[in-house]
């Protein structure tokens, strides 16, 4: 819980999507499907990376599988 905390706060409130991008990995790592979800936009928004919806798609669908439902709006917006 307090690496996705950690990235919240780095991407959230400082923009400072490197690190955010660092603790939601290692949360993801943990299982956490927050931290997933929260990957997915990063790579879906292009925050501070190029776009890349391959990435975000695999990010989504991790926490999709693991039951986080905006997971699964996510994924459908990649299906569109």
Do not use: T
């Not at 927050?34 to 990063?42: K, T």
């Not at 991790?62 to 996510?74: E, H, Y």
């Amino acid at each position: 819980i307090a690496a996705v905390a950690a990235g919240f706060v780095q991407d959230v409130f400082l923009d400072n999507y490197d690190m955010a991008r660092q603790h939601y990995a290692l949360a993801n790592q943990g299982g956490d499907m927050l931290a997933s979800y929260n990957q997915g936009l990063i790579f879906s928004l292009g925050k501070g990376v190029a776009v890349n919806w391959n990435k975000a798609e695999a990010s989504f669908n991790i926490a999709a599988q693991r039951g986080f439902v905006p997971a699964m709006l996510g994924l459908g917006r990649y299906y569109l």
